[in-house]
T-cell receptor
């Protein structure tokens, strides 16, 4: 079964440092997403990406966040200057259909710990 | 009103029981609805899409009521392995929005 791959599985970083979270979506999917889940809380939307541009972003996705698809397979989330409150599980997802219709496939997540 | 609301539970049920979860949503323009399952510290996994006509997959039945703006999930003959958090989700513009999840524990 095709899967979405995320690396690393766990990253610890110091406050103020930049982090890049990596994702390899399913190869024939065209729509890509990042979500985060703070421990004990709901899965929150960050950003959706299609045709090499952001299609929608949430209030959480401020100037400290950016996404790109540098080589046609990887899809990355960069946090420029991490804060303690950025500590969360970050999930990448992809879907074949637009607007998530048909459902997403999520990666196994990157647990980001900011100290 | 939050876009997607769920009773967080926990629901503690004995093996073999039937359990039902409801989820209410706002914004009637949403096109698609889903139930996902999330195990502790794991990614959400799509359980089933939800249609107005209702759909069934083995022991799981999902229903959408657009007039009342809720979706439901019924689990029959629950197994220990059904213990998880169940997230309902709906499409909203270019994304899916999830509810906070309902925790289910199936007890031997």
């Amino acid at each position: 079964e095709p899967e979405v791959t995320q690396t690393p599985s766990h990253q610890v970083t110091q406050m103020g440092q930049e982090v890049i979270l990596r994702c390899v979506p399913i190869s024939n999917h065209l729509y890509f997403y990042w979500y985060r889940q703070i421990l004990g809380q709901k899965v929150e939307f960050l950003v959706s990406f299609y045709n090499n541009e952001i299609s929608e972003k949430s209030e959480i996705f401020d100037d400290q966040f950016s996404v790109e698809r540098p080589d046609g397979s990887n899809f990355t989330l960069k946090i420029r200057s991490t804060k303690l409150e950025d500590s969360a599980m970050y999930f990448c997802a992809s879907s074949e259909a637009s607007k998530g219709a048909g459902g997403y496939t999520f990666g196994s997540g990157t647990r980001l710990t900011v100290v | 009103r939050k876009e997607v609301e769920q009773d967080p539970g926990p629901f503690n049920v004995p093996e073999g029981a039937t359990v039902a979860f409801n989820c209410t949503y706002s914004n009637s323009a949403s096109q698609s609805f889903f139930w996902y399952r999330q195990d502790c510290r794991k990614e959400p996994k799509l359980l089933m899409s939800v249609y107005s006509s209702g759909n069934e997959d083995g022991r799981f039945t999902a229903q959408l009521n657009r007039a009342s703006q809720y979706i439901s999930l019924l689990i029959r003959d629950s197994k220990l392995s059904d213990s998880a958090t169940y997230l309902c989700g709906k499409t909203s513009y270019d994304k899916v929005i999830f509810g906070p999840g309902t925790s289910l524990s199936v007890i031997p």
